[in-house]
T-cell receptor, first 114, second 113 residues
Framework: DAKTTQPPSMDCAEGRAANLPCNHSTISGNEYVYWYRQIHSQGPQYIIHGLKNNETNEMASLIITEDRKSSTLILPHATLRDTAVYYCIVRVAIRNFGNEKLTFGTGTRLTIIP | DTAVSQTPKYLVTQMGNDKSIKCEQNLGHDTMYWYKQDSKKFLKIMFSYNNKELIINETVPNRFSPKSPDKAHLNLHINSLELGDSAVYFC????????????FGAGTRLSVL
């Protein structure tokens, strides 16, 4: 799985868009970008994933650069409940019958400021 | 209904004891996992099971023995507990059809004294 680099921490004002960057310069053609987050003392929560097109769901948007070497997770209107550690994970998305382990890095600690 | 539930939520025990953590998922998934999050907050895979068959065993000491009686349950038994086993243990599940989208339980905080 390709290695990812994220800033260790970020602040964002409540109500503003939070933009979390992730570098994955060694990503290969069949690897997807996944985002999970972990709110304090809870289990990680899936947010979104994508291959090369931008993706949006009810939680967030994912913007992947054309060369796929970096991506940005966007929380459009951050609330205090979005304070969490956000993990960017890159790996293949094949059906692999149990071998789909997620390798978590250190993530970005996002703090939403009232 | 909680999708992935773990019991107990907290577990405090003495060194040398044997303890079990239980996990159940009601999502109809065929794959379940155990992850360990240590005091430095690193989250690492320990085991995965697919249809009750062990798939991943990430160099975990053999004092840790997972058991999957059916697809909906994956339990973790730990023998001869050591101080270094203190951590938060997370269970997760996924379906082989849904490409690395894993659903996690709330965690079991194990403290070994």
């Amino acid at each position: 799985d390709a290695k990812t680099t994220q800033p260790p921490s970020m602040d964002c004002a409540e109500g503003r868009a939070a933009n979390l960057p992730c570098n994955h310069s060694t990503i290969s053609g069949n690897e997807y970008v996944y985002w999970y987050r972990q709110i304090h003392s809870q289990g990680p929560q899936y947010i979104i994933h994508g291959l090369k097109n931008n993706e949006t769901n009810e939680m967030a948007s994912l913007i992947i650069t054309e060369d796929r070497k970096s991506s940005t997770l966007i929380l459009p209107h951050a609330t205090l409940r979005d304070t969490a550690v956000y993990y960017c994970i890159v790996r293949v998305a094949i059906r692999n019958f149990g071998n789909e382990k997620l390798t978590f890095g250190t993530g970005t600690r996002l703090t939403i400021i009232p | 209904d909680t999708a992935v539930s773990q019991t107990p939520k907290y577990l405090v025990t003495q060194m040398g004891n044997d303890k079990s953590i239980k996990c159940e998922q009601n999502l109809g998934h065929d794959t379940m996992y155990w992850y360990k999050q240590d005091s430095k907050k690193f989250l690492k895979i320990m085991f995965s099971y697919n249809n009750k068959e062990l798939i991943i065993n990430e160099t975990v000491p053999n004092r840790f023995s997972p058991k999957s009686p059916d697809k909906a349950h994956l339990n973790l038994h730990i023998n001869s507990l050591e101080l270094g086993d203190s951590a938060v243990y997370f269970c997760a599940s996924s379906t082989s059809l849904a490409k690395n989208i894993q659903y996690f339980g709330a965690g079991t905080r194990l403290s070994v004294l």
